[in-house]
């Protein structure tokens, strides 16, 4: 039986057949199957990073307009300059509304990392 080269296993790819007789490195196998697995292990750490970057990207934004929103119900005060009194239920959440509305800044971080991979698959070269 006449052997094809593609197929006697001495080019090492995956995938490729090897005949009895034919002298293929027993440690070959083993690499590229080690490689594959780390392939996988990587790609389904590269879509769990890019969902988690989705989820948690707009949060600061969302967070700024939330504040901004209660603020502007309340008819209260709201800038990144200082804290002014708001009163709910006689309680003073300026602070909380000072910090919500100053975690927008965090999108400038956040929203361009959710923009990085948005159909939530790596990207790879080659």
Same mark, same amino acid.
């Given at each position: 039986m006449a052997s094809d080269p593609a197929? +006697?296993?001495s080019d090492s790819e995956p995938g490729s057949?090897?005949?009895?007789? #034919? @002298?293929? +490195?027993s440690n070959s196998s083993v690499q590229?199957?080690?490689?594959g697995g780390l392939r996988s292990v990587?790609? %389904?750490? #590269?879509?769990?990073l890019a969902a988690l970057s989705l989820t948690i990207g707009?949060?600061?934004?969302? @967070? /700024?307009?939330?504040a901004?929103?209660? /603020? @502007?119900?309340?008819?209260c005060e709201l800038n990144e300059a200082q804290l002014h009194p708001c %009163?709910?239920?006689?309680?003073?959440i300026d602070e909380l509304l000072y910090n919500l509305f100053t975690l927008g800044w965090l999108s400038l971080v956040t929203l361009p990392l959710a923009g990085r991979c948005p159909s939530g698959r790596a990207q790879h070269s080659g």
């Open positions: 197929m +006697d296993g057949r090897v005949e009895p007789g #034919s @002298s293929v +490195d590229w199957g080690l490689a990587l790609r %389904y750490a #590269s879509v769990g707009p949060f600061p934004t969302l @967070s /700024a307009w939330g901004e929103a209660i /603020a @502007s119900g309340l008819g %009163y709910v239920l006689g309680q003073n």
